[in-house]
T-cell receptor, first 109, second 116 residues
Framework: GQNIDQPTEMTATEGAIVQINCTYQTSGFNGLFWYQQHAGEAPTFLSYNVLDGLEEKGRFSSFLSRSKGYSYLLLKELQMKDSASYLCAVMDSNYQLIWGAGTKLIIKP | ETGVTQTPRHLVMGMTNKKSLKCEQHLGHNAMYWYKQSAKKPLELMFVYSLEERVENNSVPSRFSPECPNSSHLFLHLHTLQPEDSALYLC???????????????FGEGSWLTVV
């Protein structure tokens, strides 16, 4: 079966760095997405990785290793507004999105 | 403003009621989706439409009935729901269905449904 694993919840301190991991087993691979979802709001697109390596976008970076079936989202200089759920999703060989259950990130002052 | 708007944002309905959720996208996309989001579970894809044609129905019970009158509008008609159907229902759109891996999906803010 197809599976996406990510931690259920993480806590970090304002100003610090946090890494949210995502591992996947899917039928084929056509890219990995990260979305951010604030409570009561729409998931919003953060990043897309299809090749191995690190993609940096401001305070957020996303890493992919296809051979390991592994990705992480790195958030630097954490702000209170970064408190949200972070969803990992993989597009399989049929271009279907397989979703993880999301990681709830709590930022403390 | 995400380009995908959903109404109503909150809905409480009895098990014998009939109600509908509405979604409109202003992005010029050709594909639209209904997802169900329950607490601590992955997003569940319910229906996929491409240019008003249903291309996927993921074994969704018939008490959920989608309608796509044009590529900008999508409805989810609800009838004789069960309490376990209470969840956040998210509408989404993308440029096309599948096609390329970079086909980003844009979500609406969702409709919170409570079945009593």
């Amino acid at each position: 079966g197809q599976n996406i694993d990510q931690p259920t919840e993480m806590t970090a301190t304002e100003g610090a760095i946090v890494q949210i991991n995502c591992t996947y087993q899917t039928s084929g691979f056509n890219g990995l997405f990260w979305y951010q979802q604030h409570a009561g709001e729409a998931p919003t697109f953060l990043s897309y990785n299809v090749l191995d390596g690190l993609e940096e976008k401001g305070r957020f970076s996303s890493f992919l290793s296809r051979s390991k079936g592994y990705s992480y989202l790195l958030l630097k200089e954490l702000q209170m507004k970064d408190s949200a759920s972070y969803l990992c999703a993989v597009m399989d060989s049929n271009y279907q999105l397989i979703w993880g259950a999301g990681t709830k990130l709590i930022i403390k002052p | 403003e995400t380009g995908v708007t959903q109404t109503p944002r909150h809905l409480v309905m009895g098990m014998t009621n009939k109600k509908s959720l509405k979604c409109e996208q202003h992005l010029g996309h050709n594909a639209m989706y209904w997802y169900k989001q329950s607490a601590k579970k992955p997003l569940e894809l319910m229906f996929v439409y491409s240019l008003e044609e249903r291309v996927e129905n993921n074994s969704v019970p018939s008490r959920f009935s989608p309608e796509c009158p044009n590529s900008s509008h999508l409805f989810l008609h609800l009838h004789t729901l069960q309490p376990e159907d209470s969840a956040l229902y998210l509408c989404a759109s993308s440029l096309q269905v599948g096609g390329t891996g970079g086909n980003t999906i844009y979500f609406g803010e969702g409709s919170w449904l409570t079945v009593v």
